[in-house]
């Protein structure tokens, strides 16, 4: 089985207590880590932001929650995380949608958005050149792409204790939450191979964005990268 199919299915499983696990697992921290990627996006109002692999819609609604003339696409191609983001749009149904799609392929034309999100996801996808430069077809010249993701810890000391928790306790947890032992038995292994921060933001420089950066949060546990679009 390939990879994305694999992820996709695995995500599948995980739908309906993902919320519950992530709550659980963060003690609740990911939502101040994601209303900073969100101001990390630098519009003061309104624009077409798009949530890449958007999954139960957390970062887009924190999108949204941010600005009352915003509009949010969330793309992801797992449906049944699809479905329970769309039970949860009570609230923004009028300026946030969910589409199905895959990001290295997004289904929107040139140019079509002013910013970007991805939450949780990057080490995720089959190629993160491919998927980076993807990203950066659809975004009109200036906009931002606010990448937030696990990362690794440059002290050591710190980066053992959080490896830990990363690759010990996740997946019990999560195993005992979900209902399902082998999706979070993947996704720690999900960062092994994933760059660092630094390797990240050398991929979005590589993929044509200009002005990248990144802020470590919690000692360097999460990561947020931004890269801006330049002029084409
Ligand atoms: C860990 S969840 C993150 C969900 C959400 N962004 C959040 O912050 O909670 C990862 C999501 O990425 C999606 N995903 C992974 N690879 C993808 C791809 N190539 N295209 C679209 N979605 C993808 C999965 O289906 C899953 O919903």
Do not use: Q
Not at 158 to 175: A, M, Q
């Amino acid at each position: 089985m390939d990879k994305s199919t694999y992820v996709r299915e695995m995500f599948a499983t995980i739908a309906p207590k993902y919320d519950l696990a992530n709550r659980v697992m963060t003690a609740g921290i990911d939502e101040s880590w994601r209303r900073r990627a969100v101001r990390e996006l630098g519009i003061s109002s309104g624009g077409d932001i798009l949530d890449l692999c958007c999954g139960t819609g957390d970062l887009s609604f924190a999108s949204a929650r941010s600005d009352r003339a915003r509009r949010v696409v969330g793309v992801d191609f797992c449906e049944p995380m699809l479905k329970v983001a769309r039970e949860r749009n009570a609230e923004f149904s009028d300026r946030v949608s969910f589409v199905e799609g895959d990001v290295m392929r997004l289904p929107f034309e040139e140019a079509r958005f002013d910013g970007a999100t991805m939450g949780f996801s990057m080490r995720n996808v089959v190629d993160i050149l491919a998927t980076l430069r993807e990203v950066r077809r659809v975004l009109k010249p200036g906009a931002r792409f606010v990448n937030l993701d696990v990362s690794k810890p440059p002290n050591p000391v710190w980066r053992s204790l959080f490896y830990f928790h990363f690759y010990k306790v996740v997946p019990l947890l999560g195993g005992l939450l979900s209902g399902s032992k082998s999706a979070y038995a993947y996704l720690p292994n999900s960062l092994t191979s994933f760059p660092d921060a630094d390797g990240l933001a050398a991929r979005f420089t590589e993929a044509g964005y200009r002005d990248v950066r990144y802020v470590r949060l919690l000692g360097g546990i999460v990561a947020i990268h931004v890269g801006t679009v330049a002029d084409r």
